[in-house]
């Protein structure tokens, strides 16, 4: 995935991502009722916010409306895939020394709306202290500590998690030198390679897979000779 973010050509299918990050996870953050009059009568439609992430380092957000809940459903997560971004970690508290990626590297600001959210690294063991809005974004990105800070009408739920999905953003859209991401642990992108692996299949027993290495010894089963031929060999 890192590298198709690095080929600068935009994500057209969410069929793209799941074969790239077959791990992901979504989860929906909010279902709204929308009505509007019009001369045939009240026309009733459903707006979704989805969030979808792989909880190492790649989390998208998005939005859909659609008659029906199911369909609008499934579209926001389609667009929550086609917006997904590269989620820089790292560990920026003063307050711990791990040199593990389990916080941000640095402080970041995120606005929508009348909302704003401001994201600071935390020591390790703080977990995430925000709402539960903004903490499904942040679990979803691999963001595993971190201090938070929102002000503005934090009750819209859209809004709210718009604001936390743009301060993850800056981290991805700030540079960082050689000697910042070695003294802050930061790493871009996801810490786990999923790797697709057909072993074992059509594969006889004790012989490994091109490019794997063979089981161990105790684990090849193998039969003792029969008695007749021992004593032919002794004798």
């Excluded at 390679?193 to 010894?217: L, T």
Aim: glycine letters at 10%.
């Amino acid at each position: 995935m890192s590298e198709a973010f690095r080929s600068g050509l935009p994500l057209r299918e969410p069929e793209i991502v799941d074969i790239l990050l077959p791990e992901i996870e979504d989860e929906v953050l909010d279902v709204n009722m929308v009505q509007r009059m019009t001369d045939s009568g009240r026309r009733v439609n459903f707006a979704i916010t989805c969030v979808a992430g792989n909880s190492d380092g790649f989390v998208g957000v998005g939005r859909a409306r659609g008659k029906e809940v199911g369909p609008a459903i499934r579209k926001a997560i389609d667009m929550a895939k086609l917006s997904i971004i590269e989620v820089k970690r790292g560990c920026g508290s003063w307050e711990c020394g791990c040199y593990r990626s389990h916080s941000l590297p640095f402080k970041v600001i995120g606005r929508s709306g009348s909302v704003e959210v401001v994201l600071k690294p935390a020591p390790q063991g703080v977990g995430i202290a925000v709402g539960d809005v903004a903490k499904s974004i942040m679990r979803l990105a691999g963001v595993r500590d971190a201090w938070a800070f929102a002000r503005g009408h934090t009750k819209t739920t859209v809004n709210f998690a718009l604001a936390a999905f743009d301060a993850l953003r800056q981290t991805s859209l700030m540079r960082v030198s050689d000697d910042q991401a070695s003294r802050l642990r930061i790493r871009s992108g996801a810490e786990k390679v999923f790797v697709y692996s057909q072993a074992g299949v059509g594969v006889p027993a004790g012989v490994a897979p091109e490019g794997e290495a063979p089981p161990p010894a105790e684990n090849v089963a193998s039969e003792a000779p029969p008695e007749s031929t021992k004593n032919e060999g002794e004798k």
